[in-house]
């Protein structure tokens, strides 16, 4: 059970923890009902996927629920949606890198023919350079060794944002609003991105001995994960207020060795964790070609160093990670999180000819999540146009 504990932790363990400060300042003190909200829907929706997976021994991956539930496009429109999602995380981990790389080298920038470009725009480009060794192994083990730090990495964060709030310097005097409508929506996106790792449940669910004990498991790791995004939020909205930023590591003073153990620690994990990251998208693409093809290890390279680049080229045109991560939750998480659960847990098991508590429970989650995607999506496109 440990085990499974520490892999569904790792799941949650991303790059969103960066941006809770941010999304409770964008919605203001009482959007942290929300995100407990989120949390407690995304929570169900992991035991529907085991429900949905227990009702045919042929069910052994996400895509395979919606397969059964809706045939061969309810198959197609999973996967793509899984792709989409991690396209856009791997996305997220080079802006992660290029923004963080930028504050502890300001000056710094590269020259590319006559073109000269800044400093984020430059760190991202060697980020990916950075990243493109890792993306021609075609045994990952070691890195999903490493990836293991996920779950360490986030608590030695929120540790030393808060160990820089108690320096003389900072101070916990950050001034925050108790709602902002206006901001909600972002800060919706922002907390739904932090739950989107259901594509992996079934992976999980197939892998554990005791599957009686995997709702168990669920709830454990989503009460620690959601403790250590709250704290995260808390501590960080309460030192900058509303002068916190998409990645709260950004506001941090490089000159304290706190902030560079964050920033250090931040940095180590897209290095690792992009490679994992691109794997089901490599594959899927892969699987694509003609099968005499489909064990090349020259296809294999070639598709995965196409995805860095265009990801590289993706990471610099986009104006913020925010951007990212906002759209990735309104648009991508809360249809792979949220919705397919809810429906295909509907379609299989007929749940829509029979009115009872469930189904009101089950409609109203999606009516929720359809209302969260519409409004987050129309924001988060608003505010990345404007911030282009």
């Known amino acids: 059970m440990h085990i499974f504990n520490v892999h569904i932790i790792i799941l949650f363990s991303g790059i969103g923890i960066l941006s809770v400060p941010y999304a409770l300042s964008s919605g203001g003190w009482l959007s942290l009902i929300f995100l407990l909200l989120i949390a407690a829907s995304a929570c169900f929706t992991g035991i529907l996927i085991r429900r949905c997976m227990d009702s045919h021994p042929s069910i052994a991956s996400y895509p395979d629920i919606a397969g059964f539930a809706f045939g061969k496009k309810g198959r197609i429109i999973a996967s793509i949606f899984i792709c989409l999602e991690l396209y856009l995380v791997a996305t997220g981990l ?3 890198e290029g923004d963080n790389l930028h504050k502890l080298s300001p000056d710094f920038s590269l020259k590319l023919g006559g073109a000269k470009l800044d400093g984020r725009h430059s760190f991202v480009i ?55 409508l206006k901001g909600l929506p972002i800060a919706l996106s922002l907390y739904t991105f932090c739950y989107g790792a259901h594509a992996m449940f079934p992976t999980i669910y197939s892998s554990m001995k005791r599957k009686n004990q995997f709702s168990k498991v669920l709830l454990l790791s989503f009460i620690i994960c959601t403790i250590t995004y709250v704290a995260m939020a808390i501590v960080g909205y309460l030192i900058y207020g509303q002068a916190v930023q998409s990645q709260v590591t950004l506001n941090l003073p490089t000159e304290k060795i706190s902030s560079k153990v964050a ?126």
């Open 126 to 180: 060697i980020a990916g350079a950075m990243i493109l060794p890792s993306t021609w192994l075609s045994d990952l083990s070691a890195l999903s060794y490493v990836s293991f730090g996920g779950v360490l990495s986030s608590v030695i964060i929120v540790v030393c944002v808060f160990c820089v709030g108690t320096t003389k310097a900072v101070g916990f005097h950050g001034k925050g609003s108790l709602v902002d």
């Open 263 to 388: 920033i250090y620690t931040i940095l180590a994990g897209p290095i690792a964790k992009y490679a994992l990251t691109i794997m089901p998208i490599a594959a899927a693409v892969e699987s694509c070609f003609p099968e005499n093809y489909q064990d090349s290890k020259l296809i294999s390279v070639a598709i995965k160093v196409t995805l860095l680049a265009t990801t590289v080229v993706l990471a610099i045109v986009f104006p913020s990670f925010e951007s990212v991560t906002s759209l990735s939750g309104s648009i991508l998480i809360v249809s792979v999180s949220f919705l397919l659960p809810c429906v295909c847990y509907m379609k299989i098991f007929g749940l829509h000819r029979s009115f009872g508590t469930e189904l009101v429970v089950i409609v109203g989650l999606v009516l929720m999540a359809v209302l969260v995607g519409v409004v987050g999506t129309y924001s988060s496109v608003i505010r990345t146009v404007k911030d282009t």
């Open 94 to 96: 080079l802006i992660l």
